[in-house]
């Protein structure tokens, strides 16, 4: 049995311990509102629309819930359908060294098997937290390489934690758990040539179906090679993987969800870190003279459009993003980036007062901003999306995310995640979204 195979089996069926892992508990219960936040609001989104019909069309038994459908559909194609429904608007966490989105990947697969075997809701998080950790580290292990040579890491390494979340709610022995994730390697897949198109949201819908499927199959009995990740054509040397053994090093003692990012602007990630430290900074629109954006180099071909022509574009553009920011405009709100935003004369003047220079010496999760005044005084900030929020801190935000993207609803919904997810009460709140 491969090393990965065996350690993420044992910590697949293992128990959350000590102070770490309550803390990570915490980070995933704002997950999971987040999640839900996000998954409803894109209900409406033309892939969750095609997803939900084509699910419908195919039938099947009443198991679990499916957000924006009144009726329950098999466990398979509820874990399908909200994945892809909770990635549509592509405004869900995040983690940068996993370099991929976690929890759309994993709590739809933990959701729709919880439902169906009716587990309690602490049962569920601990899935899904054990799910999403174990997508992280899988991500890492695949590294960079396997990043740019064209795998979605949100299809390929969040399938194995999909499978672990899947496993461990069908209490799956250690033996079935290595056996589930081996068949995972041959199941996992998703490819960065989507980007841009319905593709994208799907990788997330066929990671959890794949999870859900191979846990249950290996439930059953189904047995697979137990070295499909390592060994000699394994899902690494096959993909690209960089192998980092430290990837796997300190399951269930260090928790790498404790530095997951999440979504506070409804723009590009690579935009966020510019956004909040503008937010450290008291100043009017009509008194800034120039401002400065210093950023890491792989941003500028992602987010620098100059001048961008559409609600959309502007999403991708560091200066029309930072042009709203200042004039007071919401960036939390997914109605604040219109094709009229795009071409609102006060805010493209204000926007081409802002110069994006490249930085080697910045993080890829960091910005640095230097703000001149019409006076000549001059105002700097920075902010790195890596750095510790506090818990209070992160809950707010997100709580306010979550309100800009379903109004009323939000209360209703916040309260019925809480500290321990209410199931029934949250999946009654996503047929009815």
């Known amino acids: 049995m491969g090393v990965v195979i065996k350690e993420l089996s044992r910590f697949g069926i293992g128990p959350v311990r000590g102070d ?28 969750a629309r095609i997803m939900r019909d084509m699910a419908v069309d195919d039938g099947g038994g009443a198991q679990a819930s499916v957000a924006g459908l009144a009726r329950k559909l098999p466990v ?20 940068f060294a996993h370099i991929g989105h976690p929890s759309v990947a994993v709590v739809p697969a933990a959701l729709a098997i919880a439902e169906w075997i009716e587990a309690p809701g602490a049962d569920m998080l601990d899935a899904a937290l054990i799910g999403v950790e174990g997508s992280i580290r899988m991500g890492r292990w695949l590294g960079r390489s396997h990043y740019q040579t064209g795998f979605h ?36 897949a998703g490819l960065k040539s989507q980007f841009g198109t319905m593709g994208k949201p799907y990788h997330a819908g066929l990671a959890a179906q794949t999870g859900v499927e191979v846990a249950r199959a290996a439930k059953a009995g189904f047995v697979s090679t137990l ?51 503008l937010a450290k900074i008291d100043i009017a629109a009509p008194d800034m003279a120039e401002m ?3 950023t890491h180099p792989r941003w500028m071909s992602v987010c620098n459009i100059p001048h961008p022509r559409t609600g959309l574009e502007v999403k991708f553009s560091y200066a029309h993003c930072a042009a ?46 230097e703000v001149t005044m019409q ?33 009323a609803k939000a209360a209703e919904l916040i309260d019925a995640v809480g500290a321990l997810p209410d199931l029934p009460t949250l999946c009654a709140l996503l047929r009815a979204a």
């Open 20 to 47: 770490a892992g309550h803390a990570a508990r915490e980070m995933m219960a704002l997950s999971l509102m987040d999640w839900a936040s996000v998954t409803m609001a894109g209900t409406g989104e033309p892939v």
């Open 76 to 95: 398979r194609a509820a874990a399908m359908v909200n994945g892809t429904t909770s990635h549509a608007l592509d405004y869900d966490d995040t983690h």
């Open 153 to 188: 890491q949100t299809a390929t390494a969040g399938a194995f934690g999909a499978t672990l979340a899947a496993g461990r709610l069908l209490a799956l022995s250690a033996d079935q758990m290595a056996h589930a994730l081996g068949l995972c390697a041959t199941r996992a």
């Open 227 to 277: 070295d499909g990740i390592e060994g000699a054509q394994g899902f690494g040397p096959t993909h690209a993987a960089q192998g980092d053994a430290s990837a796997i090093e300190g399951l269930g003692r260090d928790w790498d969800i404790l530095t997951i990012s999440h979504k506070f602007h409804a723009c590009c990630h690579g935009t966020h870190a510019m956004l909040e430290a």
């Open 292 to 294: 400065q954006l210093w």
């Open 324 to 369: 709203m920011a200042l004039s007071g405009l919401d960036t939390s709100a997914l109605d604040s980036f219109t094709d009229a935003i795009a071409r609102d004369s006060y805010l493209t003047a204000l926007a081409s007062r802002v110069h994006v220079v490249a930085d080697d010496n910045i993080a890829e999760t960091a910005a640095r901003i």
């Open 375 to 407: 006076s000549g005084a001059v105002h700097t900030s920075e902010h790195n999306l890596n750095r510790a929020m506090p818990t209070g801190s992160r809950r707010d935000k997100l709580e306010a995310k979550s309100r800009a993207l379903l109004g």
